[in-house]
């Protein structure tokens, strides 16, 4: 499961996360409109329901992460927009934890704004339909198995121990990753034959 709990995770990689989730998260604000905020929050919200379907995978469980999708629409956008989900789901149901709340939202928002970055501009503005779908459906298969190499590499930085089950928890993201590539695919191509725009990030 992306979302690590408290106790699990070592003091630097916890210092770490946090850093790197503070920057991104203001970073994010700082270039998110005020006209993106809709869009923002119906994606956290979404995330937030989605996540909170788990389906056993061998020896953990998968949920939807919807990075790759958010990394589309929202560019840094989405380490905020994560950011207050994840904080939401920590508070009131107790997934993955308070310490760890840096290191969930790394995990799972950097890899969605990555490819979001790099693949976005030819998905809003492809050569062929195809060739939008298909990067879409790359940019989620990969963000999902960004966040479980990122999870892993938590996970192995903290202890020795733990990389038995960081290599093993890995191979149970390769499921999502296809429903993922599926699902992102499907609501781009959505979005760009009804509303071209909303796969335009608004930044400020």
Same mark, same amino acid.
């Given at each position: ?64 992460? =919807?990075?790759?999708?958010? &990394?589309? *629409?929202?560019?840094? %956008? /989405?380490?905020?927009?994560? #950011?207050?989900? $994840?904080? +939401? ?45 298909? =990067?879409?459906?790359?940019? &989620?298969? *990969?963000?999902?198995? %960004? /966040?479980?190499?990122?999870? #892993?590499?938590? $996970?192995? +930085? ?47």
């Amino acid at each position: 499961m992306a979302h690590i709990p408290d106790g699990i995770l070592s003091a630097p990689v916890l210092i770490g996360g946090a850093i790197i989730a503070a920057g991104g998260v203001g970073l994010g604000l700082k270039r998110l409109d005020d006209r993106a905020i809709p869009r923002a929050g119906i994606l956290a919200a979404a995330f937030f329901a989605g996540s909170l379907i788990a389906v056993p995978v061998g020896p953990s469980s998968v949920h939807l992460l =919807l990075s790759g999708l958010m &990394g589309i *629409l929202l560019g840094f %956008g /989405t380490f905020p927009a994560m #950011a207050v989900a $994840l904080l +939401l789901q920590a508070l009131l149901f107790g997934f993955g934890g308070l310490t760890t709340l840096g290191v969930n939202i790394v995990n799972i928002a950097l890899p969605g704004v990555v490819l979001g970055l790099l693949f976005g501009p030819t998905i809003r503005s492809p050569p062929s339909a195809s060739l939008r779908t298909g =990067l879409a459906a790359a940019v &989620g298969a *990969l963000s999902v198995l %960004g /966040t479980g190499g990122l999870v #892993a590499l938590s $996970l192995a +930085l903290s202890s020795p121990d733990y990389a038995p089950v960081a290599s093993v928890l890995l191979a149970t993201y390769i499921p999502l990753a296809i429903g993922e590539a599926f699902i992102t695919s499907v609501v781009v191509a959505f979005l760009a034959r009804v509303s071209p725009d909303a796969l335009r990030p608004v930044l400020s």
